[in-house]
């Protein structure tokens, strides 16, 4: 019996220590991404996301590739021209007449909890795009190293099914 009971901690014990956890830790040489809607009415956030999908999308297609920080940085260089032309093209052909940024550089970013984890405000390396007076909520995210993607996958994946080999042999025999 107290073998049986020494082997039935150490199962425990070994249970709880390799508990998985979805937490996501942002690198630091890391390059993220931040759309600020003009106001919170309904139709400013429409066009946040229409704004943050177009972008969102092409970027990380030029991105894919990328090997390191410096190759992105490049990558996003030298397609400022092209995001510009995407969000002029985005608010045109919405009838949304008001003035926009795309800066990419050094940038504030509020705090965001996201899957239990708080990312602290701070400076970061970023694109931003500030639509009208920029007063509205804000969507934001990893460009590089791709976690929007990750974040992106999320939600179109069913529940995944975790199962211990070690508790199916305890609900078996116990």
């Given at each position: 019996?107290?073998k049986i009971i020494?082997?039935?901690?150490?199962?425990?014990?070994?249970?709880?220590t390799?508990?998985?956890?979805?937490?996501v830790i942002?690198?630091?040489?890391?390059?993220?991404i931040?759309?600020i809607?003009n106001?919170?009415?309904?139709y400013d956030?429409a066009i946040?996301?229409?704004?943050?999908n177009n972008?969102?999308?092409?970027?990380?297609?030029?991105?894919i590739?990328?090997?390191?920080?410096?190759?992105?940085r490049?990558?996003?260089?030298?397609?400022l021209?092209?995001i510009?032309?995407?969000v002029?093209?985005i608010?045109e052909?919405?009838?949304?007449h008001?003035?926009y940024?795309?800066?990419?550089?050094?940038?504030?970013?509020?705090?965001?909890?996201?899957?239990?984890?708080?990312?602290?405000?701070?400076?970061?390396e970023?694109?931003?795009?500030?639509?009208?007076g920029?007063k509205?909520?804000?969507?934001?995210?990893v460009l590089?190293?791709?976690?929007?993607?990750?974040?992106?996958?999320?939600?179109?994946?069913?529940?995944?099914?975790?199962?211990?080999?070690?508790?199916?042999?305890i609900?078996?025999?116990?």
């Amino acid at each position: 019996m107290k073998k049986i009971i020494a082997i039935l901690s150490i199962i425990i014990i070994v249970m709880l220590t390799l508990k998985t956890t979805d937490e996501v830790i942002i690198p630091s040489d890391s390059i993220r991404i931040r759309v600020i809607a003009n106001s919170n009415n309904n139709y400013d956030q429409a066009i946040k996301q229409l704004v943050r999908n177009n972008i969102e999308g092409e970027i990380t297609k030029l991105l894919i590739d990328a090997k390191d920080i410096d190759e992105a940085r490049n990558i996003i260089n030298d397609n400022l021209d092209k995001i510009n032309f995407m969000v002029a093209d985005i608010l045109e052909n919405n009838n949304y007449h008001l003035d926009y940024d795309v800066n990419f550089g050094y940038n504030l970013f509020p705090e965001k909890k996201y899957k239990g984890v708080v990312y602290e405000e701070g400076i970061y390396e970023s694109l931003v795009v500030t639509i009208g007076g920029g007063k509205g909520d804000n969507w934001w995210c990893v460009l590089f190293p791709p976690l929007c993607m990750m974040e992106s996958n999320d939600e179109d994946i069913e529940e995944i099914e975790y199962k211990s080999f070690i508790k199916e042999i305890i609900d078996k025999y116990f």
